[in-house]
């Protein structure tokens, strides 16, 4: 069983940074791929980035690639999401999510996070 939170959203203007981070109970969690998601309202939910359980291997949705970054650290069963220049378009609830597999596909994953609001201002 992992359970995941997610921190770090907040409000910023278009061009600024955050950093979110994923904090995971369980040793399980090192041995898990992790992905990133978002969700805007009346939008489907759509993958962000995603990271293998090594930290190896990174994937980005192309609307991302070049702008954020997704890293881990299984010593602090952490995961996070360096986000730089923001756009308003990004604004979104952003989840982290835990499963065996780095796919771009929710259904993939097995463990989510309630997420966090990231709201970027034009």
């Known amino acids: 069983q992992v359970q995941l939170v997610e921190s770090g959203g907040g409000l910023v203007q278009a061009g600024g940074s955050l950093r979110l981070s994923c904090a995971a109970s369980?040793?399980?969690?090192?041995?898990?791929?992790m992905g990133w998601f978002r969700q805007a309202p009346g939008k489907e939910r759509e993958f962000v980035a995603g990271?293998?359980?090594?930290?190896?291997?990174?994937y980005y949705a192309d609307s991302v690639k070049g702008r954020f970054t997704i890293s881990r650290d299984n010593a602090k069963n952490t995961g996070y999401l360096q986000m730089n220049s923001l756009k308003p378009e990004d604004t979104a609830g952003y989840y982290c999510?835990?499963?065996?597999?780095?796919?771009?596909?929710?259904?993939?994953?097995?463990?989510w996070g309630l997420g966090t609001q990231v709201t970027v201002s034009s």
């Open positions: 369980g040793r399980a969690f090192r041995t898990y791929a």
């Open positions: 990271i293998s359980w090594s930290g190896g291997r990174t």
């Open positions: 999510a835990a499963g065996p597999d780095a796919t771009t596909l929710g259904h993939g994953y097995t463990y």
